[in-house]
């Protein structure tokens, strides 16, 4: 109801659709909630095979994806830390010093309660935790995922895995996205430490990095938009504006979406995915550039697109660009089909069963081909819409910050901006979007040339 810009729509009490403030779309709707039920059984085209996809995937994930099932998807901090991969103190940094006390294993030997998951999911990512002091966390909201550990953590300064999973706990009380939430109190604290905000603005509070009772405080402040939590609020990309030129410096966002937890100087093909995405900063329809640099079974999942070969992390070359349209359109499917990315994608599912597991849901005698197809035209679609809606190539930018090295640390490479601008160029060449706009041609090929009429006259 307080329309903060980054609201999530909730579900239960511990998952959240997180990211573009669609909960605040909601709120100015008067929409409250949407409650569905049903007794009919969900018909299957085919039972058969459904079923035995369903046992493949029930007996076989919680083994290829054991690291997501043992540790959640907090595991992964102690796999971007070392590399410098892992956002620190809004983004100036990639490791920080006590990363093992907010990784799986601390987790796990310290507030871990138990594994939770979506409805029969075997692989069990989530997690329920309990902190008894110095606060309270009610296990009901669930544990922190790594993107609400780094962003109300590493991001912020942080080490105190109960103080991060007390801040879980409020952003999923409130509905407000863990990642927005995290990211826009790191900013005010990059401008408090800076001279840009003071005590005057913040009404009295020490907004320092590494200070757990500010970052808490902002929270409930920002869901309740009261005191300096009314102006952060609003996001990163608004409240820069309203302080000033000296501000945009700190502003870590594209296209007004605060940065996800996953660091473009590291994997700079997602650097370039975040910048085209027609949701602003995103990891959800990107790529993970450090898992196809050596072969094993994320670049051997790609082979049946024919991406065969391992690329640098730091490759922007046409055939890493290739891997990003080709996989993003992927995850655009995925995101239609509402499956979930760590069971279909991390876990190892293939290819060839998804297919099989759409064509006996749905009966629809479907190919790889029209599948990616799919996302392809999903992009296409939110493209022509960004484009109506005002948004321009121009728009698809990175912070400054990412094309100079971190000042200290295991990271020692930026982006390149030549560099980076010829793999968006790339980008636009493979999709065909001649100055970032698709042409009508391209829309025919998707069966979408209907959405030419909803481009901008020149
Ligand atoms: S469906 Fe996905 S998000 Fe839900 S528990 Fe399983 S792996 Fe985790």
Not at 26 to 37: F, P, T
Not at 84 to 96: A, E, K, M, Y
Not at 265 to 279: D, E, W
Not at 434 to 458: C, D, F, H, M, Y
Request: hydrophobic letters at 40%.
């Amino acid at each position: 109801e307080n329309l903060v810009r980054f609201a999530s729509v909730m579900n239960d009490l511990d998952a959240a659709a997180g990211r573009t403030g669609m909960g605040a779309v909601m709120g100015s709707k008067k929409l409250k909630a949407i409650a569905v039920r049903g007794k009919q059984r969900v018909s299957i085209a085919d039972p058969a095979v459904f079923k035995e996809i369903a046992r493949w995937i029930a007996d076989n994930t919680p083994i290829t994806n054991k690291g997501m099932h043992d540790f959640g998807t907090a595991r992964v901090v102690a796999a971007l830390d070392p590399a410098g991969g892992l956002p620190t103190r809004n983004f100036q940094l990639g490791s920080i010093e006590g990363a093992n006390k907010i990784d799986g294993q601390a987790m796990l030997d310290t507030i871990f309660v138990k594994r939770r998951a979506c409805f029969a999911c075997p692989v069990q990512c989530k997690r329920e935790v309990k902190v008894d002091k110095p606060y309270v966390v009610d296990p009901q909201y669930g544990g922190p995922e790594y993107e609400t550990i780094a962003a109300l953590g590493s991001d912020c300064g942080i080490t105190d895995l109960p103080a991060i999973a007390k801040g879980n706990e409020l952003c999923n009380a409130y509905g407000l996205d863990t990642i927005s939430c995290g990211a826009t109190i790191a900013f005010a604290m990059e401008c408090f430490e800076n001279g840009l905000l003071s005590t005057k603005d913040t009404g009295g509070i020490e907004l320092r990095f590494g200070s757990t009772e500010a970052m808490l405080q902002m929270v409930e402040q920002i869901a309740l938009r009261q005191g300096f939590g009314n102006t952060l609020a609003e996001g990163v990309a608004r409240v820069a504006k309203k302080i000033g030129p000296a501000a945009e410096e700190y502003a870590m966002h594209i296209k007004g979406q605060e940065l996800p937890m996953h660091e473009p100087r590291l994997k700079q093909g997602l650097g370039v995915g975040y910048a085209i995405s027609p949701t602003g900063a995103d990891h959800c329809q990107n790529i993970h550039d450090t898992v196809y640099t050596s072969i094993g079974p994320m670049l051997e999942m790609v082979y049946p697109i024919g991406i065969l070969e391992p690329m640098a992390a730091n490759d922007l070359s046409p055939a890493k660009i290739r891997l990003l349209k080709y996989y993003s359109e992927f995850m655009h499917f995925l995101n239609c089909a509402v499956c979930c990315y760590f069971v279909m994608a991390l876990s190892f599912v293939g290819f060839e069963r998804i297919t099989q597991l759409v064509k006996a849901v749905t009966g629809w005698d479907t190919s790889l081909f029209e599948l990616l197809k799919v996302g392809e035209r999903a992009v296409n679609m939110a493209r022509v819409f960004n484009l109506r809606e005002g948004f321009t190539a121009k728009d698809d930018t990175m912070p400054e910050r990412f094309f100079a090295p971190q000042p200290s640390g295991p990271l020692k490479v930026a982006l390149d901006p030549r560099a980076f601008e010829e793999g968006k160029e790339t980008y636009y060449e493979m999709m065909g979007w001649p100055n970032g706009v698709p042409t009508p041609g391209r829309l025919g090929e998707l069966g979408i040339e209907w959405a030419a009429s909803q481009l901008p006259s020149k």
